[in-house]
């Protein structure tokens, strides 16, 4: 988590989060990032963590106006819950969000992070769906239990 939180604090001290700001969330939650000489930083953080460490940098409230998101409609009381929401928000999995992503690499290369392509939804393995298994019923039928009687 320190590695994404320097990626971070980097990317603002460059001027990378400005019209940025989803793309940098996509990265910091679903992408692998490194050093160029292969140190890993970070295979990413889930929202939660995300959000903490956005809490934690004191970032911008009104990063979140480049989604459409209102700050003042968003937790403003909980800086967590706030970004929590925000994320929420950006629907960071949309391919709009990828493309932005993809266009972070090349500067964030530039200031040392070296970023994984997203994976691909045709790389990922698609098991066919499993088939059911008949259930057998337990016990006896109610035919069963009523010929049973009439043998009495």
Not at 82 to 87: D, E, G, H, K, L
């Amino acid at each position: 988590m320190d590695g994404i939180r320097e990626l971070l604090e980097a990317a603002r001290d460059n001027g990378l989060l400005t019209g940025h700001f989803r793309g940098l969330l996509h990265i910091a939650i679903g992408r692998t990032v490194s050093r160029p000489d292969g140190t890993p930083i970070s295979t990413g953080l889930t929202w939660r963590e995300t959000a903490a460490v956005l809490k934690q940098l004191r970032f911008d409230r009104d990063l979140v106006r480049e989604f459409g998101a209102d700050p003042d409609a968003l937790a403003p009381r909980d800086r967590e819950r706030f970004w929590y929401s925000a994320i929420a928000q950006a629907r960071v999995d949309s391919q709009e969000v990828v493309a932005a992503a993809d266009a972070l690499i090349a500067p964030l290369k530039s200031i040392g992070y070296v970023v994984a392509a997203a994976p691909s939804a045709a790389a990922r393995p698609v098991s066919p769906p499993k088939k059911a298994k008949p259930v057998e019923a337990k016990g006896k039928t109610k035919e069963e239990k009523s010929t049973k009687r009439k043998k009495r």
